[in-house]
């Protein structure tokens, strides 16, 4: 079965540098949430995206920005990168919001290292 | 405010033996209850969920557990394997609307042979 595809699986930036995280949900999935994961640390809701509006925020830095694309892809851009936001992104898709389908899948994560 | 608390933060067992994990969540309002394995460097893994109009539900040597009256929810584990070493984070979707997800602090789960 298809799963959640996310580029790329590793990045290296450095301070101030940006970088773009994509995310390709399970197909005829139309919900998109990112969290952040430190480590040792749990999964932190950042935003998500439901029929390419975004449905929720968390604790997003402002520097951060996503959207959700025609295809249902999704693009986290964060800028003025700083070495705290060194971190496993991950990316989980679902079909519908509520009363249709809760499940989250998530993709195999982004690797960022700020240096 | 929008949490959930997890416990233990270490389990160790002896293969064969079972496994608890015990979680309690603070919004009410909270309807669905999933939880996922995470192996080092992994993506996490849904392994079960349970939504709140049940009360208990099994897969094979899985089972989750339900007290919204609590508002507490556990995983049980039984006849462990070496491979179910993992971390164990539950989960409560916090927005009925949204399905937004807060983590507990998660298990770190040790099978020893």
């Known amino acids: 079965a298809a799963g959640v595809i996310q580029s790329p699986r590793h990045l290296i930036k450095e301070k101030r540098e940006t970088a773009t995280l994509k995310c390709y949900p399970i197909?005829?999935?139309?919900?998109v949430y990112w969290y952040q994961q430190g480590p040792g640390q749990d999964p932190q809701f950042l935003i998500s995206?439901?029929?390419?509006?975004?449905?929720d925020k968390g604790s997003i830095p402002d520097r951060f920005s996503a959207q959700q694309f025609s295809d249902y892809h999704s693009e986290l851009n964060m800028s003025s990168l700083e070495l705290g936001d060194s971190a496993l992104y991950f990316c989980?898709?679902?079909?519908?919001?509520?009363?249709?389908?809760?499940?989250?899948?998530f993709g195999p994560g982004t690797r960022l290292t700020v240096t | 405010g929008e949490n959930v608390e997890q416990h233990p933060s270490t389990l160790s067992v002896q293969e064969g033996d079972s496994a608890v994990i015990k979680c309690t969540y603070s919004?009410?309002?909270?309807?669905?209850f999933p939880w996922y394995k995470q192996e080092l460097g992994k993506r996490p893994q849904l392994i079960i969920d349970?939504?709140?109009?049940?009360g208990e539900k099994k897969d094979q040597r899985i089972a989750v557990t339900l007290n919204k009256t609590a508002k507490h929810f556990s995983l049980h584990i039984t006849e462990t394997q070496p491979e179910d070493s993992a971390v164990y984070f539950c989960?409560?979707?916090?927005?009925?609307?949204?399905?937004?997800?807060?983590f507990g602090q998660g298990t770190t789960l040790q099978v020893k042979p």
């Open positions: 919004d009410s309002a909270s309807n669905y």
């Open positions: 995206f439901y029929e390419k509006m975004q449905s």
């Open positions: 197909p005829r999935h139309d919900t």
């Open positions: 989980a898709s679902s079909r519908g919001l509520a009363g249709v389908s809760y499940e989250q899948y």
């Open positions: 989960a409560a979707s916090y927005s009925s609307n949204t399905g937004k997800l807060i």
């Open positions: 349970i939504r709140s109009n049940v």
